[in-house]
């Protein structure tokens, strides 16, 4: 099992910055994924970026040169820093690990999200 908890949301104003963290605990392989999604007011949750064990990282386009996404190994701790923040960014955020346990098993595990929140 692994234990996902998310930290560092919070109220911003519009152009703000925020800095969200993911600590994850229990069985993590070395070889992994860590995802940040987001669940806009009434809408669909939607993946913002991705970091993968290798090192290499993928971003939404809505995240694209406002959003950095960075890992701790050492620590199990995934983090993302959001700049130039918009009202559009205002969701709960939910940090996801993905991990393949043989080939022919893949877990996923949610964080219980944390809320951001942009005013204009």
């Known amino acids: 099992q692994v234990q996902l908890v998310e930290s560092g949301g919070g109220l911003v104003q519009a152009g703000g910055s925020l800095t969200l963290s993911c600590a994850a605990s229990?069985?993590?392989?070395?070889?992994?994924?860590m995802n940040w999604h987001r669940r806009p007011p009434g809408k669909q949750r939607e993946l913002v970026a991705s970091?993968?064990?290798?090192?290499?990282?993928n971003y939404a386009d809505s995240a694209k040169g406002r959003f950095t996404v960075s890992r701790d190994n050492a620590k199990n701790t995934v983090y993302l820093q959001m700049n130039s923040l918009k009202p559009e960014d205002t969701g709960v955020y939910y940090c996801?690990?993905?991990?393949?346990?043989?080939?022919?098993?893949?877990?996923?595990?949610w964080g219980q999200g944390t809320q951001v929140t942009v005013s204009s």
């Open positions: 996801n690990l993905v991990q393949d346990v043989s080939i022919l098993r893949r877990d996923t595990y």
């Open positions: 970091m993968y064990s290798s090192g290499s990282t």
């Open positions: 229990g069985n993590i392989f070395k070889i992994n994924t």
